[in-house]
Structures are given as C-alpha cells and as structure tokens.
C-alpha cells in the first residue's frame, strides 16, 4: 500500500518528521535483519538533506546503528563520461554505475554478521567526482538510508536498486524552490550564474522530468519541508 500525504490529511492526520522517525524505525523493526530504506526525488528536492537529518535523529547520542550510503557515490568518472560522450549530460541515467550500486546494496543487505566496515563510495562536490572508499558502513548498522534521483527508475540496473530497498520515499518539493536551489547549488561548486542556469535547464531539468514521472511507484510521498509536530498531534503514516 502507498501512502500519500494527501491520503494521511483524510485520515486527520498531519505528517511530520516524528511521523517519518516512526516509519523508519518500524522498517528496522526488532534489529535482526538489515533494513535499506530510499529517498527518491529530483535533483535540488532535499533527499539528501532529509536523509541526513533522519540518520542523526535516530542515532541520536548512541552507537550508530543508522548508515547514510548516498546514490552519488556512484558517479562515472568525468575521464570515463568522456570516453564514452556523456559529459554533457552528467547527472544523467546512464551516467552512474547503476550495476554497481545494485551490488553495493545486495552486499549490505547481505553481510550482517561480520565485524568488518563495508566502505562505499562518496562524492566529492567541489571536484564533481566519485571518491572510493569514502562512507564507510559500521557493522552494527541495521538501518541503511540511501538517497538518489533514480532509485525509482524502472529501466536497465535500475531495477536491481528498487529490488534490493524495502521501501522508497519521494521527496515533493515546490518546483521553483527546486530549481533555485540547483542554480544556488552549481554557482557555490564554480558555475557562473549563467552557466548555471543553462546548465539547470539543458540537462537538471530534463533529468528531474524523468523522476518527476515515477513518483507513483514510492511507498511514502514527502512533502518537504517537513512539518514539525502539532501540540497533540497524531503519529501516522505507516505502511
């Protein structure tokens, strides 16, 4: 069952981030198996910002036992882009290792026993690229938080990451917030003004119309940003 936000306002219910922390924390439920929750949505929607503040309420002050593994780690190379006459389109499908990815998640999922860290990889902003071994991953983590634009992709390897996530969240952003923030994004990382703006029209927005489009196949829809709790406010929006 798929959870709207429109379908909890029927229920007399107002979703909040403590509303979120509930769900996320059902999904882990008694600890003894994995969990891989995503965060879906377009480019500048606030997945990553959400799912930061996620792991850091539910860890709280104690062992970690909440892991943020971002999709943007799997970033192809600009030397690969290149080889290949993608980068003009990076931040494309095509542009990550989707494969790899889908293996880094099945491997999560799988090792839960071991005593070693599983290290995955990061992204580097202010070099626009992939960083191996970035995020490393503490065995005692039983929930893995994993943000991207594609997770709800149903084309190519794309399917394998859905496959291998129990549940995946879209994030629903107002649309002009969206876009100022991608401008905002690419002028602080070395982007012109100009040259951000062409660059989130030519390729940013193409991309976010794609994901834009699977936004029906996500377990939760989020509104962001997220509302704080109501005085006397009931916790909702469980699956």
């Not at 065995?139 to 634009?149: C, D, Q």
Request: hydrophobic fraction near 40%; aromatic fraction near 6%.
């Amino acid at each position: 069952m798929r959870v709207t936000f429109q379908e909890t306002a029927t229920l007399c219910c107002v979703l909040t981030f403590d509303d979120l922390l509930v769900r996320a924390r059902a999904l882990a439920g008694d600890g003894r198996r994995r969990a891989l929750l995503g965060i879906a949505g377009g480019p500048g929607a606030g997945k990553t910002t959400l799912a930061e503040r996620l792991v850091r309420e539910l860890n709280g002050t104690g062992d970690p036992w909440v892991a943020h593994v971002p999709m943007d780690g799997f970033h192809l190379a600009d030397v690969e882009l290149d080889r290949l006459g993608r980068r003009h389109r990076k931040g494309a499908p095509d542009t990550f290792d989707a494969a790899g990815y889908a293996a880094l998640l099945r491997r999560l999922r799988e090792e839960t026993d071991g005593e070693d860290l599983v290290y995955a990889p990061g992204f580097e902003r202010e070099l626009e690229q992939p960083v191996a071994g970035a995020v490393p991953v503490p065995p005692t983590a039983r929930l893995i938080v994993t943000e991207g634009n594609y997770l709800l992709v149903g084309t190519d390897a794309w399917t394998r990451v859905r496959a291998a996530l129990d549940e995946v969240w879209f994030c629903e952003t107002d649309e002009d917030e969206r876009v100022r923030r991608l401008i905002a994004r690419h002028e602080e990382f070395g982007k012109g003004h100009e040259e951000a703006v062409a660059w989130v029209l030519r390729s940013d927005q193409r991309n976010a119309e794609l994901v834009a489009a699977t936004r029906d196949r996500a377990d939760l829809v989020v509104p962001l940003p997220v509302r704080p709790r109501p005085a006397g406010g009931v916790v909702g929006a469980t699956r």
